[in-house]
């Protein structure tokens, strides 16, 4: 179907049925696993057997983590772009966040760099190459990675031609791969992915991978601090008082309902805390670490029930390979 047509067919779609949708798929630290990748992605609908896009119009979110421990960093990155431009194309969606990895191999920290990775550039200047200011994967980096995205769980032009009360506000949920701080929310997204931006670029000068580059300023080294949005593991650690203080907090000034983050590994399945304000999604897809392959859905839907009035209703639900669907959460409220 040309692409052009969508638009239309949708609109009539929310006309005729009264009901709008978004499905939003997040996916944590695929670590150099191409196979566990496709596993987890065809898992969700979002790809077909040949790994291209045929999500329609649902949005993609991985948390970052796409390298080292594993061979297929080429791949990995050329996949996130082909299914970005082929998502786009059919009113569907790819965010994706860098990972602590992502700035590692972008500061020359190499320690987790496999040989098969490091073969399939064709050596180790290649690969600096690669993912320098003007490498490709360096510049996908720039132009299609962030430190952290926050999405709208239903598609924004459908929810304002849809003529819902005045006081709706979309539900959005937030993606990063450590976590971010009640500090860091304050500073705001749009911040604090100029300030990865920054680091990003210095980065690819570094010469020695061990420390950050000259010229680094205390923010950017905060960054890419323990308590920095790559590196914080504190909604994994914390005590649940502790967590749900700081998330309903981080939340509030995110705009988001849900913190969705990767970074700490629980092989059994996700963790959900305070109610899925809190959903630490990595359960170690790649073969590196074994775990369940694992895809997180959430599904947003308004049902208009007439007369102004709209039903939202959101499930939240985990998939894990070779396992029947758990559904995590479901709420459902009136808007009046
Ligand atoms: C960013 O993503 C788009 C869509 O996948 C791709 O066409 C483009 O090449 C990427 N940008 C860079 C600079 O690599």
């Known amino acids: 179907m040309p692409a052009a047509t969508l638009p239309l067919r949708v609109l009539l779609a929310v006309l005729l049925t009264g009901r709008l949708h978004r499905r939003v798929v997040a996916v944590a630290d695929l670590h150099g696993d191409l196979a566990h990748a496709h596993n987890v992605l065809r898992m969700a609908g979002l790809i077909d057997a040949q790994a291209h896009w045929r999500g329609g119009s649902a949005v993609l979110a991985s948390t970052g983590d796409i390298v080292d421990r594993g061979d297929d960093t080429i791949a990995l990155y050329r996949m996130f772009d082909r299914l970005r431009s082929e998502a786009q194309a059919v009113g569907g969606e790819v965010h994706n966040c860098v990972g602590n990895h992502e700035m590692m191999n ?75 701080t009640p500090a860091w929310a304050a500073r705001g997204t749009a911040h604090i992915n100029a300030v990865g931006r920054s680091l990003l670029l210095k980065a690819y000068k570094n010469e020695d991978g061990t420390y950050l580059p000259p010229g680094t300023t205390p923010e950017e080294r905060s960054l890419y601090s323990e308590d920095g949005p790559l590196w914080y593991r504190g909604y994994a650690t914390d005590s649940e008082r502790l967590v749900c203080r700081h998330a309903e907090e981080a939340a509030r000034l995110l705009g988001a309902k849900h913190l969705v983050m990767g970074h700490t590994p629980h092989f059994s399945g996700f963790v959900v805390r305070c109610d899925a304000s809190v959903l630490l999604i990595d359960t ?3 073969r590196a670490y074994g775990g369940e392959q694992s895809a997180l859905i959430i599904d947003t839907e308004l049902q208009h029930l007439g007369k102004g009035r709209w039903r939202e209703k959101e499930v939240l639900q985990a998939l894990y390979k070779g396992r029947l669907p758990r559904i995590i959460a479901e709420t459902e409220r009136v808007i009046e």
Not at 120 to 142: D, N, P, V, Y
């Open 106 to 180: 972008a500061l020359h920290d190499w320690r987790f760099v496999t040989p098969g990775d490091l073969a399939s550039f064709g050596g180790a200047q290649a690969r600096r190459r690669a993912m320098s200011e003007k490498g490709w994967i360096g510049q996908t980096w720039l132009a299609n990675y962030s430190i952290t995205n926050t999405v709208p769980l239903l598609p924004p032009e459908q929810v304002a031609r849809a003529k819902l009360p005045e006081s709706y506000q979309v539900p959005h949920a937030n993606f990063v791969h450590g976590g971010i």
């Open 284 to 286: 170690g897809i790649s």
